[in-house]
Antibody, heavy 116, light 110 residues
Framework: QVQLVESGGGVVQPGGSLRLSCAAS????MHWVRQAPGKGLEWVAF????????WYAESVKGRFTVSRDDSKNTLYLQMNSLRVEDTAVYYC?????????????WGQGTLVTVSS | QSALTQPASVSGSPGQSIAISCTGT?????????VSWYQQYPGKAPKLMIF???KRPSGVSNRFSGSKSGNTAFLTISGLQAEDEADYYC??????????FGGGTKLTVL
């Protein structure tokens, strides 16, 4: 069973930047999903196993960039122009595979707080 | 795109069966058999319970089942147990090359 560990969360001012990391095995499609405090899940981004496709939610398009470094078995989410509404726990999750388009397993999450 | 629509809460007594609905559109739930369901306990990461509308990952109890009719998907839990009390989220792949989650349903076992 793949184990995913996120890191890089913290407190940042509006307009600032932050890069999240997810230590994961390579060769899988990977997602970022976020959950604002007390709210539901929101899909953020997806990157294919070979990095050939990257898809984003409209709410983050143009501000967030997903990437991967398979030599380091690490997934990244570069977040720029952060807004108060980006405050959330950010989870990385593996594509379940076999064309299922499910997400499993998930990491434990890392909290990003955007506040002045 | 808007989130999928789920009831905010459902409840049931131990041993009973409950169903949680998840309504989308012809651009997501109605177009693809790629609906998944997730269970989340407070402060924990979500866990995949159902994928491709009705398939269960290895290790998930057969008390959990999924189905779909038109633009609405359903998660049914039979033989309710206290440990089933959690938040449940549906998710669908959408034609805009994105995934949409539902707003979540809080299940209370009375």
């Amino acid at each position: 069973q793949v184990q995913l560990v996120e890191s890089g969360g913290g407190v940042v001012q509006p307009g600032g930047s932050l890069r999240l990391s997810c230590a994961a095995s390579s060769r899988y499609g990977m997602h970022w999903v976020r959950q604002a405090p007390g709210k539901g899940l929101e899909w953020v981004a997806f990157i294919r196993s070979d990095g050939s496709d990257k898809w984003y939610a409209e709410s983050v398009k143009g501000r967030f960039t997903v990437s991967r470094d398979d030599s380091k078995n690490t997934l990244y989410l570069q977040m720029n122009s952060l807004r108060v509404e980006d405050t959330a726990v950010y989870y990385c999750a593996k594509d379940y595979g076999s064309g299922s388009y499910g997400l499993d397993p998930w990491g434990q999450g890392t909290l990003v707080t955007v506040s002045s | 795109q808007s989130a999928l629509t789920q009831p905010a809460s459902v409840s049931g007594s131990p041993g009973q069966s409950i169903a949680i609905s998840c309504t989308g559109t012809s651009s997501d739930v109605g177009s693809y058999n790629l609906v998944s369901w997730y269970q989340q306990y407070p402060g924990k990461a979500p866990k995949l319970m159902i994928f491709e509308v009705s398939k269960r990952p290895s290790g998930v109890s057969n008390r959990f089942s999924g189905s779909k009719s038109g633009n609405t998907a359903f998660l049914t839990i039979s033989g309710l147990q206290a440990e089933d009390e959690a938040d449940y989220y549906c998710c669908s792949y959408a034609s805009s090359k994105s995934w949409l989650f539902g707003g979540g349903t809080k299940l209370t076992v009375l």
